[in-house]
């Protein structure tokens, strides 16, 4: 977090925690079923997470108040969770093929890919964009902060992206199970390179 405390997810045992850099341990109880998952800092203090097993997005205030607010589509299993460079916070929505956006009011606005394969993770590029992976269907998307979506890679091309981060060179890195790393510009560049094999 901005305050330089370390903040995670306890998904069994329904709690976030908080961290500090000299060692003191907070922990924050949710209700039953939660499922906290994914977790992303804000830039205006708040803690953002995903809660699968509830089908909501959760948010933790730098005073401990945590909100949390109902994905609109059922089920939807949310994943990977990013925050936009326009604030808003950005998740995946992996039973749904659909990419959601809270809004700092909790306004829940849901864009559909225009491929059903399930979406994990998401990372916002340089670009200001927000890039999605999509492993069984061997691509990644770029969704605008609007919902534009353009697809790059798809079953004819050798990927399956799968972890994704932005690097300060502009580019994305993701991962892909093999020991292969990739890169893909925000112009829709795709690289891979082998690891070296141990």
Known sequence: GIDGNIYFTEHA???????????????????????PGAIVAAADGNIYFTEDKANRIARLSPSGVIRQFKIPSPHAIPSG???????????????????????????ITEFALPHKYPPLAIALGSDGNLWVTAPSGHM?????????ITTFGGKTDDITPT?????????????DPGG?????TTSGRITEHVLAQY
């Open 140 to 148: 990644i998307y770029r969704v605008t902060p609007s919902g534009g």
């Open 13 to 35: 045992a329904e709690r976030v925690a908080r961290l500090s850099i000299h060692g003191k341990l907070n922990e924050f109880t949710l209700p039953a079923g939660s499922g």
């Open 180 to 184: 292969i790393i990739g890169r893909i």
């Open 81 to 107: 969770i990013a925050v936009g460079a326009n604030g808003d916070v950005y998740f995946t929505e992996l039973a749904t093929a659909r990419v959601g956006r809270l809004a700092p009011d909790g306004r």
């Open 163 to 175: 972890f994704i981060a932005a690097d300060s060179d502009g580019s994305l890195y993701f991962t």
